[in-house]
């Protein structure tokens, strides 16, 4: 399926997307849920209460400013921007809408929706750092880096890629295929997260007790896999209608093309999953199903850049590829890399991103794709990594991440919250403080 | 080492931007986006050591 060019929005296109869109926050309920479950049950009531906080945060922010700089409002996609001019190309950098989300009501049917879209994109963006900073990334932390994704980052990489930027502008401004493709989210949402994630594991450092000064590393497995496989389930359907509401909105794809989409992307989690299954039965000779929800994720993931790209068995490749990764990836940044990631989310949110959106240049039929797809991965990683690192770093100074020992030591419930949340289950012993 | 690294990859990006603005050629573009992306991935390696060389101070 290639991009078709944007018509007026009818009004069964209209209330099919909405009806979409209101399914997506299932998606962000099962990756909370997956954040809470992979996650120690003494921070288990503060990782789901920081899902909830972040959700509120982006909410607030972005539609007092992050909206205004994607630049979705007023007037259609595309409209509003500060545009430099470069080697005779405009250059569409940064949005210029309405603060304080003036003029949504009046505005065309298709903005509104890509605002809604939108809104619930940054949340999950959000919630994919809090994740990987489990255990001892502070609730205050975590409420200041939702609000900087959701006021800067996230509406610079949204207007970029969805608002007519530059990104998106590649195929009219410089013959890359149809510009940069990116229908369900999988780089303003899942890379721009996975990386955001990288930077707080780097700044924050690992859990007490992760890396010991002898041997390797410690496993500090998850507390509770049937949140974690629940959330996986709950995460389906809110990526079919991420996914399918994405087509619609950002690929311009008839209705006849939706159900493909909805079945790649299914497909591209089956495979995921089950090539997770076959690498851990393999490796431990019993599957693990901590790392067989990360690879549904990942293939969940891999879909949202390429769903409405490419074909049902291309896309049970795609799956097939991100769910081998992701098991040898989460070890090797575990124990080569020394990189602590309770949720695995650098792996299956930023690895599994970036390996979708090159699978959709590899199979999108349109010439000069590939590389449209290939540069959108140099700015993700060469500008938007280092960008990002940095305001973490100068919020780090500000706002501490991390929790001091003594809180990480009873646990962050009841360091944070005063109360843990199975307050009548003894808690053991952490062995690894001896 | 590791603000090293992150320092690296924006040089990697303006490469691969460098390769828009200056070529018309498809596979001198390819070429040059692909140098810029090597660029970054050196770049993250560098960071990601300077990463691990900090850890193995802390343990030690």
């Given at each position: ?17 909405l009806?979409l869109l ?19 049950c ?5 990782a ?8 509120a ?14 630049g979705n ?17 405009p ?10 989300l003036g003029g ?36 205050t932390?975590?409420c ?28 009219v401004?410089?013959s ?10 999988a780089a ?11 930077a707080?594991?780097?700044?924050a450092?690992p859990r ?6 002898e041997?390797l590393?410690t ?48 497909l591209?989690?089956?495979?995921a ?17 901590s790392?067989?929800a990360?690879?549904w994720?990942a293939?969940?993931?891999a ?7 490419v ?11 991100a ?5 040898l990836?989460v070890?090797?940044?575990?124990l080569?890399?020394s990189?602590d ?14 390996w ?15 590389l449209a ?10 500008l ?6 940095l305001?973490?770093?100068l919020?780090?100074?500000v ?10 030591r ?25 | 080492?590791?603000?090293a690294?992150?320092?690296?990859m924006?040089?990697?990006?303006f ?7 200056l ?6 573009r390819?070429?040059f986006?692909l140098c810029?992306?090597?660029v ?14 900090a850890r ?5």
């Amino acid at each position: 399926m290639t991009p078709q060019a944007a018509l007026p929005m009818t009004d069964a296109a209209f209330a099919l997307t909405l009806a979409l869109l209101l399914l997506a926050p299932l998606a962000i309920a099962g990756v909370a849920l997956i954040n809470t479950g992979l996650g120690r049950c003494r921070s288990a009531a503060q990782a789901l209460l920081g899902n909830l906080a972040m959700v509120a945060v982006t909410a607030i922010v972005f539609a007092l400013v992050g909206a205004a700089l994607t630049g979705n409002l007023p007037g259609t996609p595309g409209g509003a921007g500060h545009v430099f001019s470069l080697a005779g190309k405009p250059w569409n950098w940064l949005g210029a809408g309405s603060f304080l989300l003036g003029g949504l009501g009046a505005a065309p049917a298709q903005s509104q929706l890509a605002l809604l879209f939108e809104f619930l994109a940054v949340a999950m963006a959000a919630l994919i750092p809090w994740g990987s900073g489990a255990d001892r990334l502070r609730l205050t932390a975590g409420c200041a880096i939702a609000a900087l994704l959701a006021a800067v980052v996230f509406p610079l990489v949204a207007h970029w890629v969805w608002a007519g930027g530059w990104l998106a502008q590649l195929g009219v401004n410089f013959s890359l295929g149809d510009g940069f493709l990116d229908g369900g989210g999988a780089a303003t949402v899942h890379v721009l997260g996975g990386l955001s994630a990288l930077a707080v594991v780097w700044i924050a450092g690992p859990r007490k007790g992760k890396f010991p000064k002898e041997g390797l590393s410690t496993a500090l497995p998850g507390h509770n896999a049937v949140y974690v496989l629940f959330g996986c389930l709950l995460a389906l359907v809110g990526w079919l209608g991420w996914n399918v509401a994405g087509a619609v909105l950002w690929l311009h794809a008839p209705l006849t093309a939706l159900p493909v989409t909805a079945v790649n992307t299914v497909l591209s989690a089956s495979g995921a999953i089950a090539a997770t299954f076959g690498i851990t039965r393999a490796r431990f000779g019993k599957p693990d199903a901590s790392l067989c929800a990360n690879g549904w994720l990942a293939g969940l993931v891999a879909s949202s850049a390429c769903a409405g790209i490419v074909t049902p068995v291309e896309s049970l490749f795609v799956g097939v590829v991100a769910g081998v990764a992701t098991p040898l990836l989460v070890e090797l940044l575990e124990l080569a890399l020394s990189i602590d990631d309770p949720s695995g989310a650098i792996t299956v949110h930023a690895v599994g991103g970036l390996w979708g959106l090159l699978a959709a240049g590899i199979f999108a039929p349109q010439a000069g794709q590939l590389l449209a797809q290939l540069v959108s991965i140099a700015t993700l990683l060469g500008l938007v990594l280092p960008l990002v690192y940095l305001l973490f770093w100068l919020l780090n100074r500000v706002v501490a991440f991390r929790v001091d020992s003594d809180g990480e030591r009873i646990g962050m419930d009841l360091h944070e919250l005063g109360g843990g949340a199975y307050p009548e289950f003894v808690i053991h012993r952490d062995e690894s403080y001896r | 080492m590791k603000y090293a690294g992150l320092l690296v990859m924006p040089a990697g990006f303006f490469l691969s931007i460098a390769a828009l603005v200056l070529f018309s050629a498809p596979a001198q573009r390819a070429a040059f986006v692909l140098c810029g992306l090597a660029v970054e991935c050196l770049g993250l390696v560098v960071a990601v050591r300077g990463h691990m060389e900090a850890r193995g101070e802390n343990r030690r």
